[in-house]
Structure formats: C-alpha cells, structure tokens
C-alpha cells in the first residue's frame, strides 16, 4: 500500500555504518523534499531529517540523508545500540495530493 | 517547547465513529499543517490527513470518504473523526505537527513537508 519502497531490514556491527534505501517515482520523490523518521521501539516517530538532508537540532551528525532521482538514502554512520529503531522516509506526492511514508526499515545493531 | 497530546476512547465499537482530539500546549500552531498518523498492530506508519490554521485540509484518498478533521484555534486543539470503523482501523493514532510549503519556480522540486512534532499517541481498538 506505501508507495515509498524500504528494505525491510538493515544490520551492522557497533561502529558502523548503515544505509537505508527509499524508492519512490516522479510524482513523490522526484518531485518533493524527503523527511525520515526515527521510530525507537514502543515510542512515537521523531525526525531525524528533513529537506533531504538538514539535520534539526540535537540531531547527530551521524545522520546524513542524500538524494539521486526517485530515489533517497539514510547513512548512519558510528553506529550506536542506542540507534536500534524502525526507520521511516516520508514525502508529499504531487498526484495522490497526500503525504506519504516508506514501508519502513529496522536497524539492528549486531 | 510545543507539546502535542492525543485523548479520546480507547475503544470503539465496528460500525460506529472513532473521534480523537489532539491539544497543542506551549506554542502556536498558525502556519503549521496538523496532522494525524496511524500505526496498525506491527505495520508501519499510514498518512491520514491534516489541517491548516485556515481550516483547509487534505486526506488520505484511501480514507478521505470516512475521514474529517476540525480544528478549534481558540482552544489549541484538532480533531479526527473516522466513521464506520472496521478492525482495520484498530492502530496507534498519532497527531503531529507539519512543516509544508510550496517552492515556486525556478526551484526544482515542488514541496517541503514534514512533520517535527509529535504526540505520543493513542491506541485504539475497534471491537466487534
């Protein structure tokens, strides 16, 4: 049902770095600013970057965000356990005239 | 700091309507685009709509024949009604609060949106 395509998984050891992969198309992606969201387990999603790349404050410098076309990534880099979450983009679709969010990628800290 | 805070029933009957409201505390919301998420059992995040300080809003079209939001400026608070509730609608629903903006040309892209501000959540249950 999302229109925003995630892996569903992504893992590295302790001071590593993960990418998380967004694919969208024309109408979403290519065409608006690109959000993602952090979800820790059992609390309420926060954002972690918006405009495809700012970090709001208190936001780490180990989050990066990029975008090429339809598509957009998340870096966390010095990966930490306390990074261990489920992780969201979001966007606005030109067509549909809604928001929409990927289907969501879980970190795990090996 | 803006804080944002869902209430209503936890539970609703199938067939009936779902209302939520979300108060705003420690800040304004004129400019912003209020939003409300949901979160079925396990599955990820579900766009529901929102609401500007103007009243004008903007739904999910999967949802926009059961769904209407309000706001109440004097008050602070906006609300989600969802009518003829099924169990797929048993989620966590969330309110937020929503940066979008349109960039006119010659910006190559069309919109900034998102969402800074969240509340908790709430959970709730549609019983047969």
């Known amino acids: 049902q999302s229109v925003l395509t995630q892996p569903p998984s992504v893992s590295a050891a302790p001071g590593q770095k993960v990418t998380i992969s967004c694919s969208g198309s024309?109408?979403?992606?290519?065409?608006?600013?690109v959000s993602w969201y952090q979800q820790l387990p059992g609390t309420a999603p926060k954002l972690v970057i918006y405009d495809d790349n700012k970090r709001p404050s208190g936001i780490p410098d180990r989050f990066s965000g990029s975008k090429s076309g339809t598509s957009v990534t998340l870096d966390i880099t010095g990966l930490q356990t306390g990074d261990e979450a489920d992780y969201y983009c979001g966007t606005w679709d030109s067509s549909l005239s809604a928001g929409v969010f990927g289907t969501g990628t879980t970190v795990t800290v090996l | 700091q803006v804080q944002l805070q869902e209430s209503g029933p936890g539970l609703v009957k199938s067939s009936e309507t779902l209302s939520l409201t979300c108060t705003v505390s420690?800040?304004?919301?004129?400019?912003?685009?209020l939003s409300w998420i949901r979160q079925p059992p396990g599955k990820g995040l579900d766009w529901i709509g929102y609401?500007?300080?103007?009243?004008?809003?903007s739904y999910n079209p999967s949802l926009k024949s059961r769904v209407t939001i309000s706001i109440d400026t004097s008050k602070i608070q906006f609300s989600l009604r969802l009518s003829s509730v099924t169990a797929a609608d048993t989620a966590i629903y969330y309110c937020a609060r929503g940066t979008k903006r349109f960039l006119p040309w010659p910006s190559p892209r069309d919109y900034i949106y998102y969402m800074d501000v969240w509340g908790r959540g709430t959970t709730v249950t549609v019983s047969s």
């Open positions: 609401i500007d300080y103007s009243g004008s809003t």
């Open positions: 420690g800040g304004s919301i004129s400019n912003y685009y």
């Open positions: 024309s109408s979403n992606i290519g065409k608006n600013y």
